[in-house]
């Protein structure tokens, strides 16, 4: 072993352990980043390994189980949801979630989820379904009730439309592949930024007719747009979806409502 292996960190083996959630297509470009990352903070894998971060149980980098290949849009987010229950590793969706809708509404715990319900009601406006103006839960009632009905034709889970924004290409991804109490998110995102900028790479890379569009939500997502990458993707910025003006966006409403996700 000569003395300049040495100086340099190994990334550590519980942060290599958590790619086998990936993709194989996937994993020769999340280890490239990974040392990309190394190369540019030799002390963040380690200290983050040694730390208590979520997502918990390896899913680190649960987002890359679509292959790479599939990749048409690339959501980027935040970071996971501040609760070991809520966060999956996959953007935005709340691993406490299951049913999505309620005998008044949306669900409590989609409720609980702001982001989420938000969403769920930018959907709707999109669809027809409630008026930009008026989406209290008063509104809500007739349309959840009419999606619980038998044969409504509505998905009535969360993993339901995961696997809807799957099917349409969708990489789920967070600004900052970790949440950490002590760390402020926008922290860990810069952290991760050589990650992204190889994981971006490898889709601008693909070839074909279109290049997968960047789908980038609030400020801590921008920073993408500081990654010599990004400039080669097209791409659409919104404010996060806590945010109530989310549900009115029209580029937003654009370019979900054709693909229906609430449609089963």
Not at 108 to 115: D, E, F, L, W, Y
Request: charged share 15%; with cysteine; aromatic share 6%.
């Amino acid at each position: 072993m000569t003395a300049s292996s040495l100086s340099v960190p190994t990334i550590p083996a519980s942060i290599t352990d958590a790619l086998s959630l990936a993709h194989a297509s996937w994993r020769p470009s999340l280890l490239r980043g990974l040392h990309a990352l190394m190369a540019a903070d030799p002390a963040y894998l380690p200290a983050l390994a040694a730390d208590d971060y979520l997502p918990t149980q390896g899913r680190l980098f649960a987002a890359f189980a679509l292959p790479l290949a599939q990749v048409r849009h690339v959501l980027v987010g935040e970071g996971p949801y501040p609760r070991a229950e809520s966060a999956t590793g996959v953007c935005f969706m709340d691993g406490a979630v299951g049913s999505l809708w309620s005998a008044t509404g949306l669900s409590k715990p989609v409720n609980r989820a702001t982001s989420l319900r938000n969403f769920m009601k930018m959907l709707l406006v999109a669809d027809g379904q409630l008026q930009g103006g008026d989406t209290s839960g008063a509104a809500m009632a007739p349309v959840a009730a009419a999606a619980q009905q038998a044969g409504s034709g509505v998905i009535q889970t969360l993993p339901e439309l995961q696997r809807k924004m799957t099917e349409q290409g969708f990489l789920l991804l967070n600004a900052a592949l970790v949440f950490r109490a002590h760390v402020p998110p926008v922290q860990d995102a810069r952290g991760w930024l050589p990650f992204l900028q190889v994981v971006l790479e490898a889709l601008a890379r693909q070839g074909g007719a279109t290049l997968p569009q960047l789908v980038l939500w609030g400020k801590i997502a921008e920073l993408v747009k500081r990654l010599p990458v990004a400039a080669m993707l097209p791409q659409v910025t919104a404010e996060h979806p806590y945010n109530l003006s989310f549900i009115g966006n029209r580029d937003m409403q654009a370019l979900f409502g054709p693909m229906q996700l609430l449609r089963a």
